[in-house]
């Protein structure tokens, strides 16, 4: 399925005005220390009001390092590339941190189905990550029969 960042970026304003997209405060600043054992900071969360409509739900988690930009400028830029993510078919939520020790980011996303994962994995959203980013460095996992809550419950949140 070809993803279209105008349709996507023309829902995103959509579901703004229909107040579908809610940025919870709940976490932010809080770190979630992954699998892996590397600490993640919270720095904006949003959430479609929405539940979620399948019955195979999927995390997608994607990791990078940004070439030629700070972290603290990325931050407030990452709000354009939000625009065009929150209209995609299937989204549900996301959590956007940083690994404040290495400058890694990593996004942590909702998608309703297994099969919108794996479309954002070949979106035109993927393909701009992978062009702002150190080559090699982004790296990503898809987890299905998951949700977020579940997730989040299976990760040291503090």
Request: aromatic share 14%; charged share 20%; glycine share 4%.
């Amino acid at each position: 399925m070809s993803l279209n960042p105008f349709s996507a970026f023309l829902k995103t304003v959509k579901y703004f005005i229909t107040r579908k997209i809610h940025f919870p405060k709940s976490c932010l600043h809080k770190t979630i220390t992954m699998e892996d054992k590397q600490q993640f900071k919270v720095f904006r969360h949003a959430v479609m009001s929405t539940k979620l409509n399948g019955q195979n739900a999927a995390i997608f988690k994607v990791r990078f390092h940004l070439a030629g930009m700070s972290t603290e400028k990325n931050k407030p830029f990452s709000v354009i590339p939000m625009l065009f993510i929150l209209g995609l078919p299937g989204f549900r939520a996301k959590l956007w941190t940083l690994n404040e020790k290495n400058g890694d980011f990593q996004g942590i996303y909702q998608w309703d189905r297994l099969e919108d994962a794996q479309n954002y994995a070949n979106s035109f959203a993927l393909n701009f990550m992978t062009s702002r980013s150190v080559p090699g460095s982004i790296s990503y996992e898809i987890i299905p029969n998951t949700s977020m809550e579940e997730y989040m419950e299976s990760l040291k949140l503090s």
